[in-house]
């Protein structure tokens, strides 16, 4: 790598530049220099240095790496940029999975999300969406709010609560904890707290006693390790036992009551095990709700950064399908996946080895110049659109059907409600290498007729 090289893999990889958003046109220059180059893992902020790895820039070969787990695995390194603390554990989560232990669970679970309980879902964020700005307008002419807070946290809490089975006075505690794993580079959300128990259920009461609190040396203990969400799995079990007692029409009421021919390695006689439960329950619970979260107020970033986009799909409601699949492109929340090569292998000409870690950029490949035309641009007409947003292969997103319903019906009744939409100061943004986040999005409105 030479000396030019160098501050643009610094950029890419340390999460504090992420605070004034991706650096994108660092990833262009590594992008047009080739499809894949090597990333040094320096000590950053507390964090110590790590071995390195292979950033993979282009679309075609952030495909390849996603459709091929047998050379590039999801469970030998699991799927987080810096080695796992706990990598016992976090091998038993399906994000983490290679077939046939990942095939058994996906099918599983995507035979839960039956055609009556998708139906009830999307009416039920429906609902919500019209409740939450109606909630924002208040009957005012005019007003001001944190979008990012006040409205758009709130829809896949109230969706994730309704696919899990988790009580509505519980829902924020889902807030808490994917602030404390994804936010956990942040000294901003890594110590989450905003659910205090006193409105919640003898569960949350129950979990919240084990929620940890910063050491001695004012730090958490490390989120992505069973360890450190004692919380959150002390309620997935309780969850799963009430489950398992008086079942409901939830998905993961109708997941736990499924039996499959083959036990798989966790599994016993084909149905879920209380372990891949809750490790199912983190997977929705934290990266279910995170993407989405900051999807929303990351595609009302971009139509207030492009006012015509926004004239137009004013004009037009029509194009909201296609606007919000720009909007995924063209902010990509989360921006990076880990995989690890389990042989030798090549990658349009560089030589990897068995053992590397092999990280795909869904940002980078989003803004592909040989994918699309002029990636800069916001388009809410672009097509075609073959973003990556939500991954590719085997791994490619469970909820997006659910995510994308509740995009559109969110922007579509904010835009029926409003007149006029503009910033109302600067978005504050998470302190992420791996998750776009919006912490504060503050926004002024004028409401329509």
Known sequence: ???????????????????????????????????????????????????????????????????????????????????????????????????????????????????????????GIEATAARLVDRMIDGAEEGRCDFAKDVAAELPLISLADVLGVPPEDRWLMFDWSNRVIGWQDPDYASSAAFDGTTGTAMAREALALRPSPGADGRMPDPRTRAGMPDLYAYARLLAEEKRRAPGDDVMSILLAQEDGDGGRGGSAGRVSDAEFENMFWLFAVAGNETLRNGLPGGLIALLQHPEQLGALRADPSLLPGAVEEML?????????????????ELDGVRM?????????????????????????????????????????????????????????LFGELLRRTAVVGFDGPPALLRSNFQRGVKRLPIRWVAGE
């Open 353 to 409: 080895r068995a053992g590397d870690k092999v990280v795909v950029s869904f940002t980078s490949a989003n803004r592909d110049e040989g994918v699309f035309d002029d990636p800069d641009r916001f388009d809410v007409r672009r097509a075609p659109n073959p973003h990556l947003s939500f991954g590719h292969g085997p791994h490619f997103c469970l909820g997006a059907q659910l995510a994308r319903v509740q995009m559109r019906a």
């Open 329 to 345: 492109r063209w902010w990509t929340p989360v921006m990076v996946f880990r995989r690890t090569a389990t042989t030798d292998a």
């Open 1 to 123: 790598m030479s000396d030019v090289d160098a501050p643009d893999v610094r950029a890419v990889v340390d999460p504090a530049t992420y605070q004034q958003g991706p650096p994108l046109e660092a990833l262009r220059r590594l992008r047009s220099a080739g499809a894949v180059t090597w990333v040094d893992e320096p000590a950053l902020h507390d964090q110590a240095a790590g071995p390195g790895f292979w950033l993979v820039l282009r679309h075609a070969e952030v495909e390849r790496v996603l459709r091929d787990p047998a050379t590039f695995s999801s469970w030998l390194g699991a799927t987080q940029v810096r080695d796992a603390a706990d990598l016992a554990w976090v091998r038993r989560m399906m994000l983490n999975m290679d077939p046939p232990d990942h095939s058994r669970l996906r099918r599983l679970l995507s035979r839960s999300f039956t055609p009556r309980a998708v139906a009830e879902l999307t009416a």
